[in-house]
């Protein structure tokens, strides 16, 4: 099954049917769903561990520079990923709800 990353890139999805998963093909994935694919579980583990993190990564100066550590290193590695240049580190939090669209 073919998908569109909203880069208007083709992603090919490949069923994994003895683990009813769906995994997706490396050679085809974009940085964004790359960095959705690891921010989504996380998001949904630190949702289980701990109510009300979203709140001290916007207003705890060492959280925030932790979440934009932890966001520099999935750039780098999801750009590595998918052969697409990710030289260009982050500065500010102004794109940090890409983990919690």
Known sequence: MDDEDGDGNDIAMNSDSEEGSTRLDSSNLSPTICKEGIGNPLEEL???????WKYHVSNTDPVKQAWLKLDNATTIICGHMSGK???SKTKDLGHLPIFWK
């Open 46 to 52: 630190l949702n289980n561990v701990a109510s009300g």
């Open 85 to 87: 240049d990710a030289s």
